[in-house]
T-cell receptor, first 111, second 113 residues
Framework: QQPVQSPQAVILREGEDAVINCSSS?????VHWYRQKHGEAPVFLMI?????EQKGHDKISASFNEKKQQSSLYLTASQLSYSGTYFC????????????FGKGTKLSVIP | DAGVIQSPRHEVTEMGQEVTLRCKPI?????LFWYRQTMMRGLELLIY????????DSGMPEDRFSAKMPNASFSTLKIQPSEPRDSAVYFC???????????FGPGTRLTVT
């Protein structure tokens, strides 16, 4: 089952914060986050594992609520370079190979 | 490392023609994935390989699609015959370990007229 992302699109001014959510109807083992800029390939951001801690690098962080099968991606003090489409991908089990991606959230950061 | 390499980057073909997309994964990565991306359906997994062996091809749309991985450094995705609805961006990705981060190639933009 494809995870559901919200919002579908968001426009921010530089310096503002945003939260992108990813929900699944199935139990999850891990959630992966990727960012794709227009005309480019998706680029890995981070993985959150069941039972793991909140992760982050720079001003992008994420959490994983395994009871609710939800993950949230937090972008603080957004920069122009954060613009792109953010995808979450989910794995149901520890030995799973097959990432199922959400439809993406388009983030536009404007000056 | 050069990253995942795909060719061609763009392909325009007529309906009914055979199309072959190529991928070279990152050296040492045991997992290779083929994805298709469209506006309507998003990023869909078509097939993946582990150590050159196809593990799950349930995402392949129909028999017109086939994929091979003859060795650890090369994979192909073939569409025969191609149809306009096959128009999409096809990505190849590789991964070092099961469930690990995937490194995507630049993609092949396929247009079938």
């Amino acid at each position: 089952q494809q995870p559901v992302q919200s919002p579908q699109a968001v426009i921010l001014r530089e310096g503002e914060d945003a939260v992108i959510n990813c929900s699944s109807s199935k139990a999850l083992y891990s959630v992966h986050w990727y960012r794709q800029k227009h005309g480019e390939a998706p680029v890995f951001l981070m993985i959150l594992l069941k039972g793991g801690e909140q992760k982050g690098h720079d001003k992008i962080s994420a959490s994983f609520n395994e009871k609710k099968q939800q993950s949230s991606l937090y972008l603080t003090a957004s920069q122009l370079s954060y613009s792109g489409t953010y995808f979450c991908g989910t794995l149901p089990g520890a030995g799973s190979y097959q990432l199922t991606f959400g439809k993406g959230t388009k983030l536009s950061v404007i000056p | 490392d050069a990253g995942v390499i795909q060719s061609p980057r763009h392909e325009v073909t007529e309906m009914g023609q055979e199309v072959t997309l190529r991928c070279k994964p990152i050296s040492g990565h045991d997992y290779l994935f083929w994805y298709r991306q469209t506006m309507m359906r998003g990023l869909e997994l078509l097939i993946y390989f582990n150590n050159n062996v196809p593990i799950d091809d349930s995402g392949m749309p129909e028999d017109r699609f086939s994929a091979k991985m003859p060795n650890a450094s090369f994979s192909t995705l073939k569409i025969q015959p191609s149809e306009p609805r096959d128009s999409a961006v096809y990505f190849c990705a590789s991964s070092l370990k099961v469930g690990g981060e995937q490194y995507f190639g630049p993609g092949t933009r396929l247009t079938v007229t």
